[in-house]
């Protein structure tokens, strides 16, 4: 199996439901083969909360076929960039990675007019991570 040329990013929150199947979303539709990206939970969800589907939707992004995963060591060990977003102390540290840790508001049972803030601010956020890689993002 060959070395990626692509840098790997993980997203983690605890049920892999909204906050990191956001990010990953954005960085997949901004970046389109130019990252390999993943999200997963601690503690995954049954489904994508419904809200953050409805949300991504108005922004021309779907992830209704999204579900979540479960965080596993193989998948940090993976990545060149591992973000979390709540998830405490659950999340494997190797070393030679980098690690951000994104404090947002959890969507979980809130509606879309809830949600909209957190996902404009986790674009805003993916947009500088771009910056920070040195890949192009669409305006």
Known sequence: MSTPTVPSVLFVCVHNAGRSQMAAAFLTHLAPGKVEVRSAGSAPAEEVNPAVVAAMREVGIDISAETP????????????????????D?????????????QLEDPAGQGVDAVRPIRDEIERRIRGLLADL????PA
Not at 81 to 87: E, W
Not at 134 to 137: E, K, L, N, S
């Open 134 to 137: 040195q890949i192009q993002a």
């Open 90 to 102: 659950t999340c494997p540290v190797f070393p030679g990675k980098r690690y951000l840790d994104w």
């Open 69 to 88: 995963k479960v965080l596993t060591t193989e998948a940090v060990r993976a990545s060149d960039v591992v973000i979390t977003m709540g998830c405490g």
